[in-house]
């Protein structure tokens, strides 16, 4: 962030085999240190705090667009959801009000079936007492095979 870091690189290093020399490193990274915060307070190193206060606002910026991002693509997969659930309530309905009209239409033709059975078995009922007093077999089976015909 400032130049601070190139002149780390000149002079001792706390990484030396010699103990001295890791001393005077140690020394001089207080003195630099202290010397960035009276230039801190002195107000020189505005430029470090306003690169700081730019990463900053970026990560915190960036951050955003990623929350913003994330809570638009579960509104869209709530959305497609919620489109998808509507649609099969929608054609579950529809293939119910299909089923109730087959099953009234199969009740309106069995209704009219049972009707005309019962009138074909009474006709054959009164047939069968006409018939009972007949005393002609001919005539009986005559009358029998146009009750099979009909």
């Given amino acids: ?40 307070e002195r107000g020189e190193d505005l430029d470090d705090a306003k690169e700081a206060k730019e990463e900053l606002s970026k990560s915190r910026k960036q951050i955003e667009a990623s929350r913003l991002r ?34 009234q239409d199969r009740n309106g033709k069995l209704k009219h079936e049972g009707k005309t059975m019962a009138e074909k078995f009474e006709n054959i009922t009164k047939k069968w007492e006409s018939a009972l007093q007949k005393e002609i077999p001919q005539s009986l089976r005559a009358e029998l095979k146009q009750q099979k015909d009909s």
């Fill in 1 to 40: 962030m400032s130049s601070n870091g190139d002149s780390d690189n000149e002079g001792p290093t706390v990484d030396s085999e010699n103990p001295e020399e890791r001393v005077a490193a140690r020394r001089l990274r207080i003195t630099r240190r202290i010397e960035a915060a009276k230039r801190a």
């Fill in 70 to 103: 994330l809570t638009k693509l579960i509104e869209d997969g709530v959305e497609l959801v919620t489109n998808i659930r509507v649609g099969c309530d929608a054609r579950e309905a529809a293939r119910r009000t299909d089923e109730e009209v087959k099953k």
